[in-house]
Structure formats: structure tokens, C-alpha cells
């Protein structure tokens, strides 16, 4: 076999190396190539590892000529850079951690390496996560979406996310913490998936119970993302809310779902700023689908708005956990190089008390409840990911560092409180627009029920495959 292996799923590549018609090294070769080749444009990776690649790649072949078997063996995987790997360079997107190598595994690395992944590389992130922009001093160059490399992939996982739609990875690792899996999806035309709270336990420095991040995977199919999350849903024993899934999610994505409720609303929530049109269609496309295919789908208004008491609130939440990282992870001397948003940040943090972050807590938290209350008779709510489409390099930053966060929510308001409920949400690719930028719509679902989830995703590509759609440099 060879040729454009890149265009294979996921899923058909794991089986083209178990029969014996791919190797692993041929699989990472190809990879490797297509690394080299087309990041620099990029920007998808903070990291290449092509020695440990190719390493990992043999000793994969190795264990397949004895007939052992394992989930991911064999297959090239990155890993998002906010996420330490043992030996390998971590920089959290920062400059102040540019030559940082852990010692150890993040518990998701850990199980990504258990199950068999060749590691090439670390995907770039914005620095600790903290925008819905990828770009960084690490790298020196924004990560964008394939479709259009004037735009931004998003973030904070736009590096995992260009590189899967590029042909880089077949599927990638990716964290969210307000949207940072979904969104870079939804601007990459791929499949997103935040899986509900404590079904993906995180080991990374510093964890705190108020945490809204939890990783999951980029993929270009809800097949190849479950067949990820399948490897990711291991939590620690320690975790307070770790939880385990009945059966696989591989399997739950083969059956039809039970017919569902869904809520739906194209209100992005966020002060007078108007639907995008485009982001109606998207909307309004997938409902109709949901639809024929024998869903209820009813129109409900908005449960909550992302006022200014919860836009003070998340900055204040943002601003604590960057303080924390920052605390944690850069020595004082460093820290002259962080990126200008990031000590802003920084400097919101070291003056927070804790009577005002608990304040902060509790507006998001009735945020939350505001959802859960008017979703209680709902199985499903399809919502916009993004208040519009991939958006051009410069744009947040465009009113500088006091503007960054209110401009961000106003692209990504409908992202945030899936988080702070805790509910399973995935982003789907719609359609492209006529000047060829992708949009995706949110499907989010009951607490816990990230099966049904992905059953109901999985039965929306049947009806409107999405995955014969490409970027130009698809062919390359």
C-alpha cells in the first residue's frame, strides 16, 4: 500500500496495519513527510520527533509481527503541548518553557503510549491555554486553518486541529476548557469532542476542583474520535469525578440512537452582537436533518446570556488559572517572557482575592444551573459553535490586551457553559461558505451520556458525510 495514506480514517489504517498491509514506519514516514512539507505554513506543531517516531514506529512493527495487539499500535498521534511526555520538549505554548523536558507522562500521554500511539510530535497551543487563538513565541508563527491560511485555527488546540485537517495526523489529542476542542474543529471542518466531566481524568499542573478543562479528540469522523476517546476514558483512581462508560464508544457509534428531544437556538448569547448568517444555515441544515431523520426538534430561546457579570466572572476564572500556572510552572526570572495577554492575566490573578474568585464561581455556576433548568426536558441542544467563521490573523489582539477577552467570547459565547455543566458537547462540521471557510455546528447531551452523544453525531454523518470535503493542500 501506498500512495495518499493520509486519506485513509483512522479506524482503516489500524486496520491495514493489523492485516500487515501497512507498516508503521511507512504510516510515520508518510506522516513525517507531510510534516515537513506543509507545516511551516502551518503551524500545527510546537514539536517534531522524528527519531523517537520512527523508534516507536519499529517497535510497534515489532510487537504486530508477534501477533500483539493494542488500540492504537502502530498509529502516528500528537499530542496537544499544554500535556507533558516524558523526554519530550513541553513548553505549554510559552517561551519562558521553551527548553522544558518533563519527566514523566501526563496520565492522558500515558494511556495514548499504552495503547500502542507513535508519538511524532507536539501539537502548538496558545500559551497555557488561555485564548481561542493559537499563536505563540514557541513556534513564532500562528497556527491556521487549512482552508485558509490567512485565519486562525482557533484555539487552544489549533495545532492539533490543522494538522489533522491538513493530512497531518489522522487524529489528534486536544483539551477544552471553554471550547478549545470545539472550536478549532469547527474552523478546520473536522469532528470535536469535550466529553462530560470526569469521564478523562487530566494530571497536569496545577489541578484545582473548579477546573473546566478536560481533554478528548480532534478526528475527521465520529467513528475515529470514539475510537480515541475510547483509549482516553480510563480515569484515575483518585479522580473525585472520574467515572467509567458502559461498553465502548467504538460500538455505540455503529447503532442507531432512540429517538431524541433537542432544544435548539442560534442565539449566540453575547450582548447585541447579531447571528451570523452562515451560522443560522449551519444550524438550521443540521435541525432539519435531525428532523427527517425522526428527531423532535424544537426552537427554545437562549436559556442564559453571557452578560457582563459572567463575562467578568469568566475572565476572573481565567485569570486564577493562568496566575496558577504561571505560579507553578515559570520561575520569576522567566516570566518577562510571557506574551503581553498572558501577563495581563497574570497581573488580574495576583490580585484576585479568594472571596472574589469565589464570587466569580458562583455566577458561573448559576450560569450553569440557568442551562440545566431549561434543558431538564431535553435530551439533546444543538447550538453554533462559533459566531462566525475562521477568523483573520490579528483579530482579537486588534484592540489590544484589555479588548482580548470580550472579543473572544463574542466569536465563541455558545462554547462556554457545556463546560460549566459538566455535559458532553461535540462539534460537527455544516458546510463550507462561498469563499470556501468551514463552519460546524454543537450537538450537547445529557450528563454522562456521552454515548447516546456520539451515536446521535455518528448518525448525522451517515445522512451528510462531511469527509469528502478537503483543503487544498490535501493533495499535496
Given at each position: 500500500m501506498?500512495?495518499g495514506?493520509?486519506?485513509?480514517?483512522?479506524?482503516?489504517q489500524?486496520?491495514a496495519?493489523?492485516?500487515?498491509?501497512?507498516?508503521?514506519r511507512?504510516?510515520?514516514?508518510?506522516?513525517?513527510?507531510?510534516?515537513?512539507?506543509?507545516?511551516?505554513?502551518?503551524g500545527?506543531?510546537a514539536?517534531v520527533t522524528?527519531?523517537?517516531?520512527?523508534?516507536?514506529?519499529a517497535?510497534?512493527?515489532?510487537?504486530?509481527?508477534?501477533?500483539e495487539?493494542?488500540?492504537?499500535?502502530?498509529?502516528?498521534?500528537?499530542?496537544k503541548?499544554?500535556?507533558?511526555?516524558?523526554?519530550?520538549?513541553?513548553?505549554?505554548g510559552?517561551?519562558?518553557?521553551a527548553e522544558?523536558?518533563?519527566?514523566?507522562?501526563?496520565?492522558?500521554?500515558?494511556?495514548?503510549?499504552?495503547?500502542g500511539?507513535?508519538?511524532v510530535?507536539?501539537?502548538t497551543?496558545?500559551?497555557?491555554g488561555?485564548t481561542?487563538?493559537?499563536?505563540n513565541?514557541?513556534?513564532?508563527?500562528?497556527?491556521?486553518?487549512?482552508?485558509?491560511l490567512?485565519?486562525?485555527?482557533?484555539?487552544?488546540?489549533g495545532?492539533?486541529a490543522a494538522?489533522?485537517?491538513?493530512?497531518?495526523?489522522?487524529?489528534?489529542?486536544?483539551?477544552?476548557?471553554?471550547?478549545?476542542t470545539?472550536?478549532?474543529?469547527?474552523t478546520?471542518?473536522?469532528?470535536?469532542?469535550?466529553?462530560?466531566?470526569?469521564?478523562?481524568?487530566?494530571?497536569?499542573?496545577p489541578?484545582?476542583?473548579?477546573?473546566?478543562?478536560?481533554?478528548g479528540?480532534?478526528?475527521r469522523?465520529?467513528?475515529?474520535?470514539?475510537?480515541?476517546?475510547?483509549?482516553?476514558?480510563h480515569p484515575?483512581?483518585?479522580?473525585?469525578d472520574?467515572w467509567r462508560?458502559?461498553?465502548?464508544?467504538?460500538?455505540?457509534?455503529?447503532?442507531p440512537?432512540?429517538?431524541?428531544?433537542?432544544?435548539?437556538?442560534?442565539?449566540?448569547?453575547?450582548?447585541?452582537v447579531?447571528?451570523?448568517?452562515?451560522?443560522v444555515?449551519?444550524?438550521?441544515r443540521t435541525a432539519g436533518?435531525?428532523q427527517?431523520l425522526?428527531?423532535?426538534?424544537?426552537?427554545?430561546?437562549?436559556?442564559?446570556?453571557?452578560?457582563?457579570?459572567?463575562?467578568?466572572?469568566?475572565?476572573?476564572?481565567?485569570?486564577a488559572?493562568?496566575?496558577a500556572?504561571?505560579?507553578?510552572?515559570?520561575?520569576?526570572g522567566r516570566?518577562?517572557l510571557?506574551?503581553?495577554?498572558?501577563?495581563?492575566?497574570?497581573?488580574?490573578?495576583e490580585?484576585?482575592?479568594?472571596?472574589?474568585?469565589?464570587?466569580?464561581h458562583?455566577?458561573?455556576?448559576?450560569y450553569?444551573?440557568?442551562?440545566?433548568?431549561?434543558?431538564?426536558s431535553?435530551?439533546?441542544?444543538?447550538t453554533?459553535?462559533t459566531?462566525g467563521?475562521?477568523?483573520?490573523l490579528?483579530?482579537?489582539?486588534?484592540?489590544?490586551?484589555?479588548g482580548?477577552?470580550?472579543?473572544?467570547?463574542?466569536?465563541?459565547a455558545?462554547?462556554?457553559?457545556?463546560?460549566?455543566?459538566?455535559?458532553?458537547?461535540?462539534?460537527?462540521?455544516?458546510?463550507?461558505?462561498?469563499?470556501?471557510?468551514?463552519?460546524?455546528?454543537?450537538?450537547v447531551?445529557?450528563?454522562?451520556?456521552?454515548?447516546?452523544?456520539?451515536?446521535?453525531?455518528a448518525q448525522?454523518?451517515r445522512?451528510?458525510?462531511?469527509?469528502?470535503?478537503?483543503?487544498?493542500?490535501?493533495?499535496?
Amino acid at each position: 500500500m501506498s500512495g495518499g495514506l493520509h486519506e485513509l480514517s483512522a479506524v482503516a489504517q489500524l486496520a491495514a496495519l493489523r492485516t500487515g498491509d501497512v507498516s508503521s514506519r511507512e504510516l510515520t514516514e508518510h506522516y513525517l513527510g507531510r510534516i515537513e512539507k506543509l507545516d511551516g505554513e502551518l503551524g500545527a506543531f510546537a514539536t517534531v520527533t522524528p527519531d523517537l517516531a520512527l523508534e516507536e514506529a519499529a517497535g510497534a512493527d515489532r510487537r504486530i509481527a508477534r501477533g500483539e495487539w493494542s488500540p492504537l499500535l502502530g498509529l502516528p498521534s500528537g499530542i496537544k503541548d499544554l500535556y507533558p511526555a516524558a523526554g519530550v520538549r513541553t513548553t505549554f505554548g510559552s517561551a519562558a518553557l521553551a527548553e522544558f523536558r518533563p519527566p514523566a507522562d501526563s496520565w492522558t500521554a500515558g494511556l495514548l503510549r499504552q495503547a500502542g500511539a507513535v508519538l511524532v510530535g507536539k501539537t502548538t497551543t496558545a500559551e497555557f491555554g488561555a485564548t481561542c487563538y493559537t499563536d505563540n513565541d514557541v513556534t513564532g508563527r500562528p497556527a491556521v486553518t487549512p482552508y485558509d491560511l490567512t485565519r486562525y485555527a482557533s484555539g487552544s488546540s489549533g495545532g492539533a486541529a490543522a494538522a489533522v485537517a491538513a493530512g497531518l495526523l489522522p487524529l489528534a489529542h486536544a483539551g477544552d476548557g471553554a471550547g478549545s476542542t470545539r472550536t478549532p474543529a469547527a474552523t478546520c471542518h473536522l469532528v470535536g469532542v469535550k466529553p462530560s466531566r470526569g469521564l478523562v481524568s487530566s494530571s497536569v499542573p496545577p489541578t484545582s476542583p473548579t477546573s473546566t478543562t478536560i481533554e478528548g479528540p480532534i478526528a475527521r469522523t465520529v467513528e475515529d474520535a470514539a475510537l480515541l476517546l475510547d483509549v482516553l476514558a480510563h480515569p484515575w483512581s483518585g479522580d473525585p469525578d472520574g467515572w467509567r462508560a458502559d461498553g465502548s464508544f467504538a460500538d455505540a457509534v455503529g447503532r442507531p440512537p432512540a429517538r431524541r428531544r433537542i432544544a435548539v437556538w442560534t442565539d449566540p448569547g453575547f450582548g447585541d452582537v447579531r447571528r451570523h448568517p452562515e451560522v443560522v444555515r449551519a444550524v438550521e441544515r443540521t435541525a432539519g436533518l435531525l428532523q427527517e431523520l425522526g428527531h423532535e426538534v424544537r426552537e427554545v430561546k437562549i436559556p442564559a446570556a453571557c452578560d457582563d457579570p459572567v463575562r467578568l466572572a469568566l475572565r476572573t476564572h481565567f485569570a486564577a488559572s493562568v496566575h496558577a500556572a504561571v505560579r507553578s510552572l515559570v520561575p520569576p526570572g522567566r516570566r518577562g517572557l510571557l506574551r503581553p495577554y498572558t501577563r495581563y492575566l497574570w497581573a488580574e490573578g495576583e490580585a484576585l482575592s479568594g472571596a472574589a474568585l469565589f464570587a466569580a464561581h458562583r455566577v458561573l455556576a448559576q450560569y450553569a444551573s440557568a442551562f440545566e433548568t431549561a434543558l431538564a426536558s431535553f435530551d439533546v441542544a444543538l447550538t453554533p459553535v462559533t459566531n462566525g467563521p475562521p477568523v483573520p490573523l490579528g483579530y482579537f489582539e486588534a484592540g489590544g490586551v484589555t479588548g482580548i477577552a470580550d472579543t473572544m467570547l463574542a466569536w465563541s459565547a455558545p462554547t462556554p457553559w457545556a463546560n460549566w455543566t459538566g455535559r458532553p458537547a461535540v462539534s460537527l462540521p455544516s458546510h463550507l461558505d462561498g469563499d470556501g471557510l468551514p463552519y460546524g455546528v454543537q450537538l450537547v447531551g445529557r450528563r454522562r451520556d456521552d454515548a447516546s452523544l456520539l451515536a446521535l453525531a455518528a448518525q448525522l454523518e451517515r445522512s451528510a458525510p462531511w469527509n469528502d470535503v478537503h483543503p487544498s493542500c490535501w493533495d499535496d
